[in-house]
């Protein structure tokens, strides 16, 4: 794949930053570690540096990988702690297609999901904080994704993230350090869907599980 995507330079080092991905929001400069907010045509210095420590790891940032017949490249990687550890969600793009998804990893458990519209859940429409208090282990919801049939999910997980460093280049403004709800339901076929609560938004992902053992690197 070649680089149609947008050249901007660093402002803290000067040194080039080509991105890999379009509608990138926050780029890790990959000269001076300083972390960018991209906007239209400008770069601006987050005033943060990545804070990442790498461990070992199946997927690495511009490495691609194939799972099912499909090549993704991971090109940004963000990590959240839940208080026991920290997942990782890595923002990787289908190459056939440039489509972006996340693919979560919890230790051994990944999974590739995309947003969805948050009307998909009843439930929302209420607003975040009667959702965040509904959001109980074992409760149940109903749920109406695209292209699906209405289904019956449960919630089971339930926590409390915080993002704790980026790396790469990742499609959404993140708040460093900012707490935020979570929640895992489950529907039929191995569906997932996840919700995440900060201050007031709500969003609402879907997915599934997928076994590491098939992903070839
Ligand atoms: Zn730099």
Not at 188 to 198: D, F, H, K, N
Request: hydrophobic share 35%; charged share 20%; net charge negative.
């Amino acid at each position: 794949m070649s680089d149609p995507f947008p050249s901007h330079n660093c402002p803290s080092c000067g040194g080039a930053i080509d991105l890999h991905a379009p509608d990138i929001r926050i780029a890790m400069c990959p000269h001076c570690g300083s972390g960018l907010f991209l906007e239209d045509d400008t770069v601006k210095n987050l005033g943060v540096k990545s804070t990442i420590v790498e461990t070992p790891s199946l997927i690495k940032l511009f490495q691609p990988f194939h799972y099912q017949n499909t090549s993704y490249l991971p090109v940004g990687q963000v990590r959240f702690d839940y208080g026991r550890g920290f997942w990782d969600e890595w923002w990787v793009l289908d190459q056939k297609t440039g489509q972006g998804q996340w693919l979560s990893v919890d230790e051994g458990d990944y999974a590739l999901e995309q947003a969805i519209d948050i009307d998909c859940l009843a439930a929302a429409s209420q607003g975040a904080e009667a959702l965040r208090q509904q959001l109980k282990h074992g409760t149940t919801f109903n749920l109406k994704a695209p292209k699906q049939s209405a289904e019956t999910v449960r919630v089971t997980e339930r926590g409390e993230g915080k993002c704790i460093g980026f790396a790469g280049e990742i499609p959404e403004l993140l708040q460093l350090n900012e707490s935020f709800d979570y929640a895992h339901l489950s529907g039929a076929q191995q569906r997932l869907y996840t919700v995440e609560i900060s201050g007031t938004e709500i969003q609402l992902f879907q997915g599934y599980w997928i076994d590491p053992f098939l992903i070839k690197v």
